[in-house]
């Protein structure tokens, strides 16, 4: 378990000031919340974790705006509780902190913000909700640095609305802390483009014909979890933040596509470098050296891997003939030793015949 990351997961359906209802929120966040505390995934421990939605029979109760939730104050009290975990952490503990903040249902763009969520008691034109935008939560917790690592995630669309409030300020900055700590890593994750929407299945179109999932929670999943064609460190497994940003731009579209809806979405990031979020066991294909007739020598395999710079992965001091290694996707360079020739070749999902 990572005991020092920490998540607040919000799920929102149920709008009662809205004429538009939705029926995926909650769902993607309970999967996002059961994949964060897995022991095997996330790795998030349950009370790190908090889930914020309105249960199908809470949401049977709403009469109007004013008596819906969740609200943006239950996030600002859990976000509150976890800075108060982390505060006295010393410098080493705190490298080690992590906060996950995931946002799914109706989303906007507010004045001077990049991509909000709106919270159950919305209504327009006025709209009187306090909305979360997470540009300026990335912003804050740049110098406010409670967590050495964001990852703020939003399936919500992105549209410009007229009426909508300013974002508030949060209870909370820079003023609590004597000094900031060293750079924060963020990364920042929207499932749609600046003025655009975000889609999911409708009920009748969805895998299980009941609730679909949001394209963008369900390309997240599958990639943090390894689906084919998910990009990961060749030799440790790790899938970092920018794997997850190359496959999220390749699938999203791919799965709006097939429902007739056209949806680009990304995860970037805002500062520092990239951030591990999964690993997974790499798959190794069958890879025949094909050595020069008569040659005989002593033969080094090298890759270069995001993690651990460049490492050896196979050496023989008497090598000659055909030869067969088992490799993971990534490229190679091998050396034949003692005369120093050197040559590259590179594995991408199949066995594969290399001839110097």
Same mark, same amino acid.
């Given at each position: 378990?990572?005991?020092?990351?920490?998540?607040?997961?919000?799920?929102?359906? &149920?709008?009662?000031?809205?004429?538009?209802?939705?029926?995926?929120?909650?769902?993607?966040?309970?999967?996002?919340?059961?994949?964060?505390?897995?022991?095997?995934?996330?790795?998030?421990?349950?009370?790190?974790?908090?889930?914020?939605?309105?249960?199908?029979?809470?949401?049977?109760?709403?009469?109007?705006?004013?008596?819906?939730?969740?609200?943006?104050?239950?996030?600002?009290?859990?976000?509150?509780?976890?800075?108060?975990?982390?505060?006295?952490?010393?410098?080493?503990?705190?490298?080690?902190?992590?906060?996950?903040?995931?946002?799914?249902?109706?989303?906007?763009?507010?004045?001077?913000?990049?991509?909000?969520?709106?919270?159950?008691?919305?209504?327009?034109?006025?709209?009187?909700?306090?909305?979360?935008?997470?540009?300026?939560?990335?912003?804050?917790?740049?110098?406010?640095?409670?967590?050495?690592?964001?990852?703020?995630?939003?399936?919500?669309? &992105?549209?410009?609305?007229?009426?909508?409030?300013?974002?508030?300020?949060?209870?909370?900055?820079?003023?609590?802390?004597?000094?900031?700590?060293?750079?924060?890593?963020?990364?920042?994750?929207?499932?749609?483009?600046?003025?655009?929407?975000?889609?999911?299945?409708?009920?009748?179109?969805?895998?299980?014909?009941?609730?679909?999932?949001?394209?963008?929670?369900?390309?997240?999943?599958?990639?943090?979890?390894?689906?084919?064609?998910?990009?990961?460190?060749?030799?440790?497994?790790?899938?970092?933040?920018?794997?997850?940003?190359?496959?999220?731009?390749?699938?999203?579209?791919?799965?709006?596509?097939?429902?007739?809806?056209?949806?680009?979405?990304?995860?970037? &990031?805002?500062?520092?470098?990239?951030?591990?979020?999964?690993?997974?066991?790499?798959?190794?294909?069958?890879?025949?050296?094909?050595?020069?007739?008569?040659?005989?020598?002593?033969? &080094?395999?090298?890759?270069?891997?995001?993690?651990?710079?460049?490492?050896?992965?196979?050496?023989?001091?008497?090598?000659?003939?055909?030869?067969?290694?088992?490799?993971?996707?990534?490229?190679?360079?091998?050396?034949?030793?003692?005369?120093?020739?050197?040559?590259?070749?590179?594995?991408?999902?199949?066995?594969?015949?290399?001839?110097?």
């Amino acid at each position: 378990m990572n005991e020092l990351h920490f998540a607040v997961v919000v799920g929102i359906n &149920r709008y009662p000031g809205m004429e538009n209802q939705l029926s995926s929120a909650r769902r993607d966040a309970e999967e996002f919340h059961s994949w964060l505390t897995s022991p095997d995934e996330g790795g998030v421990r349950s009370e790190h974790a908090k889930l914020i939605t309105a249960s199908p029979e809470e949401e049977k109760e709403f009469t109007d705006q004013w008596e819906a939730h969740p609200l943006r104050q239950q996030v600002i009290a859990t976000l509150g509780k976890f800075h108060a975990k982390v505060q006295d952490l010393g410098d080493a503990s705190w490298r080690k902190t992590r906060l996950y903040l995931y946002l799914a249902g109706h989303g906007v763009v507010p004045p001077a913000g990049l991509g909000a969520l709106l919270f159950a008691d919305a209504s327009p034109p006025a709209y009187w909700s306090e909305v979360l935008d997470l540009k300026q939560y990335a912003e804050l917790y740049g110098k406010f640095t409670p967590f050495y690592e964001l990852v703020l995630l939003a399936d919500c669309c &992105r549209q410009v609305l007229g009426g909508m409030p300013a974002v508030s300020e949060p209870p909370f900055g820079d003023r609590q802390v004597d000094r900031p700590r060293d750079v924060t890593r963020c990364v920042l994750g929207f499932a749609a483009g600046h003025g655009y929407t975000a889609g999911a299945p409708s009920a009748g179109e969805s895998d299980d014909g009941k609730r679909g999932r949001g394209f963008f929670t369900r390309a997240l999943l599958q990639g943090l979890r390894g689906e084919e064609g998910v990009l990961h460190d060749p030799v440790t497994g790790v899938i970092t933040s920018d794997h997850l940003d190359d496959y999220i731009r390749k699938c999203v579209p791919k799965l709006a596509q097939a429902y007739d809806h056209q949806q680009q979405a990304y995860i970037e &990031r805002v500062r520092g470098g990239a951030i591990e979020l999964a690993r997974v066991t790499p798959k190794k294909f069958k890879v025949e050296l094909r050595l020069p007739a008569g040659w005989t020598g002593q033969l &080094r395999i090298v890759i270069s891997s995001t993690r651990q710079g460049q490492m050896e992965i196979f050496s023989t001091a008497q090598a000659r003939g055909n030869l067969i290694v088992l490799l993971s996707n990534g490229i190679y360079k091998a050396y034949m030793l003692p005369e120093g020739r050197h040559f590259l070749f590179e594995v991408e999902g199949e066995d594969r015949v290399v001839v110097p």
